[in-house]
């Protein structure tokens, strides 16, 4: 496994608990990667757009979230926060109100339950919102996961499983060869079964003999991590139009994200934290007296269509794609696991590899074997 991250681990844990034998390779260590940035936000019905592949993938992950997050809770040390307590969606303006109720039409027809709340009564259900608030659009399915926390219960679990988890240790070539693989370092050599590159933004960087390289690029995100010092915090995930806040039970609330194409670039910016804060006020008057504890940042892996690369290429078999998630990788890794699992130890090309396969890239320009 090559990437320690929400993807590498969520999938290394999961073929570990079937009893493979597994060695997770990272450059810098566990959650250090996009993972640690992430606001933890599970809402399909904000990211995907109506019949797209992308929101049929998110709507099949977020149904294995319960089950995903009860299991891992049973031997979890320090707990994970977990939570389905929706999603509500403001409008500032006429137009945000004609979007989001074009939403709730959308979201009726899909048997999705949504409700739509006025001015009034936006400000009775979520007193922290701006009393600006022309109305909101409530969408109950959506939740949020703690993603520290749920790390942290993945690596441990993994390693009871046996996997074993080495960093620093950068990968510069993973090559099939036979039936067999081999991974290599600057100074080392490990052979094995299969290999999964779960390298997040970085996965470009890593050689596969005979196999372009995907041209997964990053997307820079910034969020602040506030601690909510005065009035009410917002009692679930408030997505305004120019920022989302995430509550959590310590009292902090995430405000994220900016979305900046700089490279490789995870520095932290006097113009990123100035964006984040207007827009938090804009939508909470009360984020004035937050303290600003700590800002976050990561690389999105992002592919050409945004949809991640998830499968087998068709020239190394053994080899298996994980990468490309994009906005959305803590909501998709245990659909990602699920697939690759499925792959590695059941032998089932799941139908989403129709859409997944990495190789819808190779005859791009700009790939290179
Ligand atoms: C600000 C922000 C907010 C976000 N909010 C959400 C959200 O609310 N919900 C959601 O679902 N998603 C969210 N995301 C997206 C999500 O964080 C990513 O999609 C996800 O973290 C990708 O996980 P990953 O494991 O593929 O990558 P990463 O977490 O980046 O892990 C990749 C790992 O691979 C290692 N690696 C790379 N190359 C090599 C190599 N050659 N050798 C060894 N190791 C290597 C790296 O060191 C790294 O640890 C957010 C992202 C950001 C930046």
């Not at 493979?20 to 990667?33: C, F, T």
């Not at 945004?306 to 290429?313: D, N, Q, S, V």
Request: include cysteine.
């Amino acid at each position: 496994m090559l990437g320690a991250g929400i993807i590498g681990a969520t999938i290394a844990e999961a073929l570990a608990q079937r009893g493979a034998d597994v060695a997770v390779l990272d450059m810098r260590g566990p959650n250090r990667g996009a993972s640690q940035a992430s606001a933890g936000m599970l809402t399909p019905y904000i990211e995907g757009e109506a019949d797209s592949p992308l929101l049929n993938l998110c709507v099949r992950s977020l149904s294995l979230y319960d089950s995903f997050v009860a299991r891992l809770l049973e031997v979890s040390r320090g707990g994970i926060e977990y939570a389905r307590t929706g999603t509500l969606e403001i409008a500032l303006d006429d137009d945000g109100v004609a979007k989001l109720l074009g939403n709730k039409v959308w979201l009726d027809t899909i048997g999705v339950e949504s409700e739509w709340l006025d001015g009034n009564a936006v400000r009775s259900f979520e007193p922290s919102i701006t009393p600006a608030a022309h109305g909101g659009l409530l969408t109950l399915d959506h939740g949020l996961v703690g993603v520290t926390s749920l790390m942290n219960a993945l690596v441990h679990q993994a390693r009871l499983a046996g996997a074993t988890f080495e960093f620093p240790v950068e990968v510069h070539t993973v090559a099939q060869v036979g039936d067999r693989v081999e991974v290599t370092s600057v100074d080392r050599t490990w052979t094995g079964d299969a290999a999964v590159i779960a390298g997040g933004s970085w996965s470009r960087r890593v050689r596969i003999p005979g196999v372009p390289s995907l041209p997964v690029r990053p997307v820079r995100g910034q969020l602040l991590h506030l601690q909510w010092c005065e009035g009410d915090q917002p009692g679930r995930i408030c997505w305004g139009p120019h920022c989302y806040a995430v509550p959590w039970s310590d009292g902090t609330v995430l405000v994220g994200a900016t979305m900046e194409e700089v490279g490789f670039d995870e520095g932290t910016t006097v113009a990123g934290v100035n964006t984040l804060t207007s827009a938090a006020i804009e939508l909470l008057p009360h984020a004035t007296g937050a303290r600003l504890d700590a800002i976050r940042v990561g690389l999105r892996p992002m592919l050409p269509d945004e949809l991640p690369a998830i499968g087998p290429f068709a020239a190394a078999p053994r080899i298996v794609a994980a990468t490309g998630h994009y906005r959305n990788g803590v909501l998709l890794a245990p659909l990602t696991a699920e697939l690759v699992t499925g792959y590695l130890l059941d032998n089932v090309r799941d139908d989403l590899f129709e859409i997944t396969t990495p190789d819808r890239f190779a005859k791009m320009e700009g790939g290179s074997a």
